[in-house]
Every structure is written in C-alpha cells, then in structure tokens.
C-alpha cells in the first residue's frame, strides 16, 4: 500500500514503513509488549513500570509521565485548542485527538460485530458494544465514597466526584466563569463568548456549536438510535437519554417533596410536581387564556387550535395541567 508520505531521512522512513509491515523491533523486557519506536518502549517503562509522573498540572494536581501529556492537558482548563481540522471547523485540544477526528472524515467503519453485523469506526467501541451479546459485566472498580457509585475509570471517578464536592476547576479565563466539567467549558465558550455555530444539519438547515449536538440531532431524522442500556437492552438517541433512562433502575431518589415527602429521582420532576401544590402554571397557550403547569401539556393543547383539528375538538387522551 502506498501512501506518498515524504520522510527527510531514511531512519524516519524506516519507522515509518513500520505502520505497514506491521513490524515491532523494541520489545519490554518486563512485560513483553513490542513497540514500532524505541521512544515508545521508553514511554512504557518510565511511566507504566517505574511509575515516574514528573510533570504535575499547577492547576488541578493531576501529574503526568510527559510534558505533552501535561501540556495537552492544561489546555482543557484554559480552553485552548490550537489544532484545527482542514476538513471542517472542527478544533482539537491535542494533535493526538485531531488525528482520531479526521477518521469520522474517512466514512471507514473497520471494526464489526460478528453477532449483529453492526460496525465501529474504533476497536475501543467495538469491544464495548461486544459486552452488550456477551453479557460481560463492564469492570467498574473505582467507587465513589459518598455515594457508592462505581466507574469504569478513575477520570470518569474524579468527574462525578465534584457532583459531591462541588468543586469547578475549569475556569474560563475572560470572564472568570467556572464549570465542574470541561464539556461545559468548551460549550460555554463556543455558543456564547465565540457565537460559533459550525455544524449545519444537511437535512434541516439547523445549526449547532458542538458536533455531539449536532450527532444528536441528526438521529432525529434518520431515526437511529445507537446508544443501548446494558440493564434492559433498550436503544437511545443520545447518551444523555441513556443516563436519564438508566435511573428508573436504580432506587437512588435524589430530592423529596417538602410537601408530601414524595421521592424522586430527579429535581426537574421535583421542580415540577411542587406545581401541583402551588398552583403554578408558567406555560401559557398564546392563543387563548389558558396556562398550564408543564410545556408538554401546553404543546398538547395547542394542537387544539391547528389546521389539523378544525373543528376545535379535544383529542382523547390529553390532559391539561
């Protein structure tokens, strides 16, 4: 296979030829695992076998076997991201996350599921997507102290620590607004401070700050739904519905009605029901004078008025709040 890549010297060549040869010259003498480069099996044994983290975020505190890892590291609390995609407006925190990008650009999805046929651009989600036919329980060994909850990973550990701690180490630096998640860092930035909206949907025009918005929105008009809950098998359009959904499985109640003491799993329904004792009704029709409780009522009751009902009758089934 050729690829036209130019190497300046015939040592980088000779790496290079690797990735096709698929040859591994430097093997750990501890582990066994071989390497293209020699840097890489250096890599391997200062920061996996020796355990040396030298270079320490001033931030957060979180250190790092390399100054890159560190320095592409820094910039999720800065929000810098200096590495552009020359297929899209995408930009990209590290050259690393660029390169793993530009494969959405490809259309290659190389990885697929014997069982269901389904394919992955990455062999990370094919192998997850494999525990869904096997059954595997997914290792979560990293517990959370205050509420017992278990993750896959030490980050994803640390991030739902500060649901607890309330801590928001990502702080962007023009206006001093803080955030819990760098998400929400890099979404505040772009819709609000930069007004960026870069991803238009090809089918309806409308038009988003963040790709994942825009993934998401696309599922609506072609129906997918590729996010599945490994309790109860059932798919998704996002992966934000799959949390939300998977909470009807737990019995972890988050807020109760000072009211009646009625539990729930979620404050927006709390927020909601204490309507019911209130009288609060914040949603009005905008045709005729009545006001609802919820904006699902109100959008049931506006259908009243269509074209499509002209008669005005009420269709069975629906209730105002």
């Not at 979180?62 to 320095?71: H, Q, Y």
């Not at 590290?94 to 259309?107: E, V």
């Not at 109760?256 to 927006?268: D, E, G, I, L, V």
């Not at 074209?307 to 629906?318: A, I, K, M, S, T």
Request: hydrophobic share 25%; with cysteine.
């Amino acid at each position: 296979m050729k690829t036209g890549k130019i190497c300046y010297e015939k040592k980088s060549l000779d790496v290079h030829k690797r990735i096709h040869t698929g040859e591994c010259p430097h093997t750990c003498p501890t582990c066994g695992l071989q390497f293209r480069q020699t840097g890489a099996l250096c890599r391997r044994l200062r920061n996996v076998h020796e355990g040396r983290r030298d270079y320490a975020c001033n931030v957060c505190g979180k250190r790092f076997g390399e100054k890159a890892s560190r320095d592409d590291h820094f910039r999720i609390h800065t929000g810098e991201r200096p590495y552009t995609c020359d297929l899209c407006p995408k930009y990209c925190i590290s050259k690393t996350a660029l390169l793993i990008h530009k494969k959405s650009h490809l259309g290659a999805f190389p990885y697929e599921c014997v069982i269901c046929g389904k394919c992955f651009r990455y062999s990370g989600s094919l192998v997850r997507h494999m525990k869904i036919h096997t059954g595997e329980e997914i290792r979560k060994p990293h517990q959370c102290k205050e509420c017992e909850k278990c993750f896959s990973t030490r980050s994803e550990l640390k991030s739902h620590e500060r649901t607890h701690t309330k801590e928001k180490p990502f702080t962007f630096e023009h206006c001093g607004k803080q955030f819990k998640f760098c998400g929400a860092l890099r979404h505040y930035v772009n819709s609000l401070h930069e007004g960026r909206k870069d991803f238009s949907c090809h089918i309806c025009g409308k038009c988003f700050s963040e790709k994942v918005a825009w993934d998401n929105h696309v599922c609506v008009h072609t129906g997918e739904r590729p996010f599945r809950c490994e309790i109860c098998g059932k798919d998704f359009k996002t992966k934000s519905s799959v949390y939300i959904h998977k909470k009807f499985h737990s019995e972890v109640y988050v807020a109760s009605c000072p009211t009646c003491q009625k539990p729930f799993r979620y404050q927006s329904s709390l927020s909601i029901h204490l309507r019911s004792h209130t009288g609060e009704r914040p949603h009005p029709c905008g045709i005729c004078d009545k006001r609802f409780a919820t904006n699902r009522d109100m959008l049931k009751h506006r259908a009243i008025h269509s074209d499509d009902n002209p008669l005005n009758v009420p269709y069975v089934g629906w209730h105002s709040g």
